[in-house]
């Protein structure tokens, strides 16, 4: 079975520093990967995902992401937190076959920016 | 872009009421949809997954007497909570799937949620 962990349930970086949101998944397979954002009381937003291709993607907001296969991680960065950075964060995989697949969250991680 | 309409945002019932939340595909057909329950500083936990025009498949554990799916068509899928309580409480996001280019690489969309709370 998949399972992502996020390493940190909160991280705190200053404004203008680097974001630095760890995730790991454990997949027989590579799986897609995605980077999803949620501020309080709304849904989810899509920030970026690896399906195939590039190993490095790069999404909204400044956000990007590297799929390395051999750490089976999928890491997002931001060069330069910006205060409307603060939210929480989940990392998710989902299968790769025939029709829809499930996303398997990880446990979220709470972004908080400092002045 | 694709959309995912949710309402309501917020419900208030009594205990042992029902309440249906709906979750509709904007601008796309959406085969699949997926339900999920998030509780406060939690990740998302999947609930059932409703394919449009056959019975939801429920994760283990999931009540399906007690949360009832409806996929009647390719833009609605309905979650009703079944007589009601306390414990039911929690936000409830429903995610819908397209495909892309035959593949689902990824076409997720999710709605903007639902803040059930039982008293």
């Known amino acids: 079975a998949q399972s992502v962990t996020q390493l940190g349930s909160h991280v705190s970086v200053s404004e203008g520093a680097l974001v630095l949101l760890r995730c790991n998944y454990s997949s027989s397979v590579p799986p897609y990967l995605f980077w999803y954002v949620q501020y309080p009381n709304q849904g989810l937003q899509l920030l970026l995902k690896y399906t195939t291709g590039a190993t490095l993607v790069k999404g909204i907001n400044g956000f990007e992401a590297e799929f390395k296969k051999s750490e089976t991680s999928f890491h997002l960065t931001k060069p330069s937190a910006h205060m409307s950075d603060a939210a929480e964060y989940f990392c998710?995989?989902?299968?790769?076959?025939?029709?829809?697949?499930?996303?398997?969250f990880g446990q979220g991680t709470r972004l908080t920016i400092n002045p | 872009g694709a959309v995912v309409s949710q309402h309501p945002s917020w419900v208030i019932c009594k205990s042992g009421t029902s309440v249906k939340i709906e979750c509709r595909s904007l601008d796309f057909q959406a085969t699949t949809m997926f339900w999920y329950r998030q509780f406060p500083k939690q990740s998302l936990m999947l609930m059932a997954t409703s394919n449009e025009g056959s019975k939801a498949t429920y994760e283990q554990g999931v009540e399906k007497d007690k949360f009832l799916i409806n996929h009647a068509s390719l833009t609605l899928s309905t979650l009703t909570v079944t007589s009601a309580h306390p414990e039911d409480s929690s936000f409830y996001i429903c995610s819908a799937s397209r495909p892309a280019g035959g593949t689902y690489r990824g076409g997720y969309t999710f709605g903007s949620g639902t803040r059930l709370t039982v008293v």
């Open positions: 998710a995989v989902s299968e790769i076959g025939q029709g829809a697949q499930k996303l398997v």
